[in-house]
């Protein structure tokens, strides 16, 4: 069974940074992707990145671009998000999520596995 666990997720103020982490279990993930999402309150849920395990090559959305940066940790099965020059608007529950196949995409319903979240606030 895989395992999600998101951490490092807390308030800051606009123009600050955080990282959050996704530590994953159970599996070998060598061909994972891995994906990035947010739910701001009211709103769908928004892929925000991805990451290919294998070549760690990645992908963005389009309102996060230049500012966030995915990457990966093999040795530790752990992926992070950088975040930097955070505005309000990146205000959300941020979930990590794990695709069984080698190929990054956007769509919710494509990812197998979940964490369980975790809030990130930006006050301006």
């Known amino acids: 069974q895989v395992q999600l666990v998101e951490s490092g997720g807390g308030l800051v103020q606009a123009g600050g940074s955080l990282r959050l982490s996704c530590a994953a279990s159970g599996r070998t993930f060598s061909r994972y992707t891995m994906g990035w999402f947010r739910q701001a309150p009211g709103k769908a849920r928004e892929f925000v990145g991805g990451?290919?395990?294998?070549?760690?090559?990645?992908h963005y959305g389009d309102s996060v671009k230049g500012r966030f940066t995915i990457s990966r940790d093999n040795a530790k099965n752990t992926v992070y998000l950088q975040m930097n020059s955070l505005i309000p608007e990146d205000t959300a529950v941020y979930y990590c999520?794990?695709?069984?196949?080698?190929?990054?995409?956007?769509?919710?319903?494509?990812?197998?596995?979940w964490g369980q979240g975790t809030q990130v606030t930006v006050s301006s």
């Open positions: 990451i290919n395990w294998i070549s760690g090559s990645t």
């Open positions: 999520a794990a695709r069984a196949r080698n190929l990054i995409v956007t769509t919710i319903s494509e990812y197998d596995y």
